[in-house]
């Protein structure tokens, strides 16, 4: 289906892309490579959005202090406030992240947010 439509909170949308790409930016290596992906689930009306970075990835340790409040830093993060600021304009969205990361090579962050789908 070509050129559909979605309906989302536009600024909650933009904050969260927005946090996503700037602790990628800033957790890469001068030059580095980011990636991200966007897709419509038709099935779930989910959003699905993945953000890569290439820098220093994270041990599980560090993935799970990333959630808690106690951390204002942890290595291979960019900005914390960034990413928290992310999580939390997903929260309002009744969305979903999830962490991936390899500590030296990659971290992955896919979010999945509910929207209408516009005919």
Do not use: C
Not at 10 to 37: D, F, M, R, V, W
């Amino acid at each position: 289906m070509v050129g559909q439509l979605i309906k989302s909170d536009p600024e909650l949308l933009h904050t969260i892309l927005k946090n996503l790409l700037s602790n990628a930016i800033l957790a890469s290596e001068g030059g580095g490579t980011i990636q991200l992906s966007q897709n419509i689930s038709f099935e779930t009306g989910m959003l699905v959005l993945e953000v890569t970075d290439f820098g220093q990835g994270l041990t599980q340790s560090e993935q799970q202090a990333l959630f808690s409040a106690e951390y204002s830093t942890i290595p291979g993060i960019g900005s914390i406030p960034a990413i928290r600021e992310a999580i939390r304009g997903i929260r309002v969205l009744n969305g979903k992240i999830w962490l991936r990361s390899k500590k030296g090579t990659f971290t992955t962050y896919r979010v999945e947010l509910p929207v209408r789908i516009i005919d």
